[in-house]
C-alpha cells in the first residue's frame, strides 16, 4: 500500500542528489514504512539549486528505500499560497492519484490542501496534529494575523472530518480541533535514555550547590524567532538586576541571528548574564542540560516542546509559559499565564527557587518524563496507523 506525506516542511537537495533535512530525517519515514509500503513524500523543496557538502554535514538524510519525494514546486514563498493555489492543488491532486491514501501533518499550507482535494476525492487521510495553527501565525508577524483566521478555520475542519486523527498533546489541542474520527494522543517526542543515574546525578548536584554560586538558566530554540520568548526573560534579569539580585546567567542554545536579543539584553544592562552557546548536535545539548540549573520554556506558541521535555528528563527545575501542551507536562507553581503581559511571574518563580525546590522538581520532572519513552509511543503509533490501514483497506472492498 503506498501513502502519500503533505507537510510545509522544507527539504533540500544536496549536490550529491540525496534529499535533506533539518527535521525530517529518514527515522520519520520508517514510522510509516512499518505499516505502509511504500512512501511518497510531498513538501517544499529545492529542485533547481542543490546545496554543498559544507551545509548538508549539518542536516538530516532524509533519503532511504522505499521514500520517493515528490516536491510541491509551485510553492516556493508565502504568497504563493494566493497567486498559485490553483497549480499547487493540482500538483497535490496529481500525487493523491498515484496513492491508497495520505498522512497529513497539520497546521501547513500544503497539508490544508490535501486535507480539502483528499475529501473531494474520497481519499482516505489520517492526520497528525502538530500545533495550534491561530497560536503559530498570530505570533508570527503582521502577514500572520491576517491568515490565522483562514488557517485556523481550515485546520479545524480537516481535523472534524478527518477519519483518523493523532494529537501530539493530551487534552491542548483535542479541545481546540476536536474530531468526529478516531483519535490518539500520540508524542512526537520519544526518549530513550531512562538511567536512575541521571537523577542521583542531578540530586547531588543540587545539594553540592554553594550558597552563593550562580544560577544557570537555559533555554534552546532558534534565536531569531521572537516567539520563542527569550526577550522576556532578559526582561527579568534586568528587572532584578535592578534589585541588586544578579546571580541568574541565562545561556542561550540556537542557531539565527542574535542582534535582536543582544539589543534587547543591552538595553536591560544584562549583556554580562546572557551568553549565546549557537547551535549545538544533539549529544552536546544533553550534556549542556546536565549543567544547567533551571530549562525555561518562554514560547508563546508550542505544541509539546521536544527540548522542555528532555530537560526535565535530566531531572532539571523547569519553567514554562501556557502556550499549547506546556501546562501538560510542569506543575503548576511553575506555569507562566499571558508570559508576554506577566514577566513579573517569572522573576517571582526564579526567585522563590530553593535547593529544597530543585530536589522536588527533579525528582517530579524526571519521573513525568517518562511517559514520553520510546518504545511505548512508537508501539501505540504503529497501533494506530495499522488501524488506519485496515480502514483502508475496507473502504476498498467497498
Request: net charge positive.
Amino acid at each position: 500500500m503506498k501513502v502519500a506525506f503533505f507537510h510545509d516542511a522544507p527539504l533540500v537537495y544536496g549536490k550529491d542528489g540525496q534529499v535533506y533535512s533539518v527535521g525530517f530525517g529518514y527515522n520519520i519515514w520508517e514510522r510509516y514504512l512499518a505499516v505502509f509500503d511504500s512512501i511518497v513524500v510531498s513538501t517544499r523543496m529545492r529542485i533547481d539549486d542543490p546545496i554543498d557538502d559544507s551545509m548538508t554535514k549539518n542536516m538530516k538524510l532524509s533519503s532511504g528505500p522505499r521514500v520517493k519525494f515528490k516536491p510541491i514546486s509551485e510553492y516556493r514563498k508565502s504568497v504563493d499560497m494566493i497567486f498559485n493555489r490553483k497549480k499547487i492543488s493540482n500538483q497535490v491532486r496529481e500525487i493523491l492519484e498515484q496513492c491508497d491514501c495520505t498522512i497529513i501533518r497539520l497546521p501547513s499550507f500544503i497539508g490544508g490542501i490535501a486535507c480539502k482535494e483528499a475529501e473531494k476525492m474520497g481519499k482516505p487521510y489520517l492526520v497528525e496534529v502538530v500545533g495550534c495553527a491561530w497560536d503559530a501565525l498570530w505570533n508570527h508577524s503582521v502577514m500572520g494575523k491576517i491568515v490565522a483566521p483562514f488557517m485556523y478555520s481550515r485546520t479545524k475542519h480537516s481535523v472534524l472530518y478527518a477519519s483518523h486523527v493523532i494529537y501530539v498533546t493530551n487534552q491542548f489541542l483535542q479541545k481546540r480541533y476536536p474530531t468526529h474520527g478516531e483519535s490518539i494522543s500520540c508524542s512526537n517526542v520519544a526518549l530513550q535514555e531512562f538511567d536512575d543515574k541521571i537523577l542521583i546525578n542531578r540530586l547531588n548536584k543540587i545539594r553540592n550547590r554553594g550558597k552563593n554560586d550562580n544560577i544557570i538558566i537555559g533555554t534552546t530554540a532558534a534565536v531569531d524567532v521572537r516567539y520563542k520568548g527569550q526577550q522576556y526573560v532578559i526582561h527579568v534579569l534586568g528587572k532584578l538586576k535592578k534589585r541588586g539580585i544578579t546571580n541568574f546567567k541565562y545561556q542561550l542554545v540556537g542557531g539565527g541571528d542574535q542582534s535582536y536579543l543582544k539589543s534587547i539584553a543591552k538595553k536591560y544592562g544584562v549583556i554580562d548574564q546572557i551568553e549565546f552557546l549557537g547551535a549545538m548536535p544533539h549529544g552536546k545539548v544533553i550534556n549542556w542540560l546536565d549543567n544547567i540549573d533551571i530549562y525555561i520554556q518562554p514560547s508563546l506558541t508550542e505544541g509539546l516542546p521536544r527540548a522542555l521535555i528532555e530537560a526535565m528528563s535530566r531531572g532539571v527545575l523547569a519553567i514554562g509559559s501556557d502556550a499549547g501542551g506546556i501546562p501538560e507536562l510542569l506543575d503548576d507553581k511553575y506555569i507562566v499565564r499571558n508570559i508576554s503581559k506577566n514577566v513579573d511571574n517569572i522573576s517571582d518563580i526564579l526567585e522563590s527557587i530553593n535547593k529544597k525546590s530543585m530536589e522536588t522538581q527533579a525528582k517530579r520532572n524526571f519521573e513525568e518524563s517518562k511517559k514520553y519513552d520510546r518504545e511505548r509511543i512508537e508501539k501505540n503509533r504503529k497501533d494506530f496507523f495499522e488501524k488506519f490501514r485496515k480502514f483502508v483497506e475496507d473502504n476498498k472492498k467497498e
